[in-house]
Nanobody, 126 residues
Framework: QVQLVESGGGLVQAGGSLRLSCAAS????????MGWFRQAPGKEREFVAA????????LYADSVKDRFTISRDNAKNTLYLQMNSLKSEDTAVYYC???????????????????WGQGTQVTVSS
């Protein structure tokens, strides 16, 4: 079984920065993709960013491109999301997710991910 645990959420003022972490149990491979999604109350879960566990392929939502950076530490089995220039629109519960079976590229659809963490709240005050 795979377990994902997010951490690093909190309250930050607009323009500030925050780094989220996602610790994954189990071994990953070059066929795995990890991503970040977010969901605000009353809204659908939306894609934020994704990265292949092996290689350099990344993908960002237009709303966070140039502000957020997704990265990984394979030795620690941990995924990160560095969030800079935060704004109120970024307020949401942030989830990390794992796609175990994608051979190439990344995915932006939550239904294509196999495992999910419990989420961590990010609140940006304006």
């Amino acid at each position: 079984q795979v377990q994902l645990v997010e951490s690093g959420g909190g309250l930050v003022q607009a323009g500030g920065s925050l780094r989220l972490s996602c610790a994954a149990s189990g071994r990953t491979s070059s066929n795995c993709v990890m991503g970040w999604f977010r969901q605000a109350p009353g809204k659908e879960r939306e894609f934020v960013a994704a990265i292949r566990w092996s290689g350099s392929s990344t993908l960002y939502a237009d709303s966070v491109k140039d502000r957020f950076t997704i990265s990984r530490d394979n030795a620690k089995n941990t995924l990160y999301l560095q969030m800079n220039s935060l704004k109120s629109e970024d307020t949401a519960v942030y989830y990390c997710a794992l796609d175990m079976f994608r051979l190439v590229g990344t995915s932006i659809k939550p239904t294509e991910y196999d495992y999910w963490g419990q989420g961590t709240q990010v609140t940006v005050s304006s």
